[in-house]
């Protein structure tokens, strides 16, 4: 199965990403912030993350660098969702590979994670 790390310190978007991605058959762990995040992936290595760029400690452009500083995740595809316009963002989240900004609709997350990630029978 396809695992999707979600990173959003919004609980309402988290659970909202989480029981559609899921609905989906995708398997979807969340985070509500980048340094747990970071340290699940070291454990569970996903098939994509989805993260936040705003958010208290380690924020989304941290993470996406510790990423792909680390050989074993340096290869997975990050999809940013955020608030902040991708001009503003893109400088400090080298390396991902897609960008929608909030509030994105479901189908456009939905097809974009299908562009990043394998089908969730194909994982």
């Known amino acids: 199965m396809t695992k999707i790390l979600v990173v959003d310190d919004q609980p ?22 980048g340094l747990t995040a970071l340290q699940q992936m070291l454990a569970v290595r996903p098939d994509l993350v989805i993260t936040d760029f705003s958010m208290p400690g380690m924020h ?40 929608l900004q909030k509030p994105a609709e479901p189908a456009e997350v939905l097809q974009t994670v299908r562009r990043l990630a394998p089908a969730p029978h194909l994982a």
Not at 12 to 24: A, H, N, R
Not at 66 to 87: F, I, K
């Open 60 to 99: 989304g452009g941290a993470l996406l660098t510790a990423m792909r500083e680390n050989a074993y995740l340096s290869d997975t595809p990050v999809l940013v969702l955020s608030g902040r316009p991708e001009h503003e963002v893109g400088a400090a989240c080298v390396g991902y590979g897609a960008y």
């Open 12 to 33: 309402v978007l988290i659970e909202m990403l989480s029981e559609f991605l899921g609905g989906e058959g995708y398997e979807v762990t969340t985070h509500t912030d």
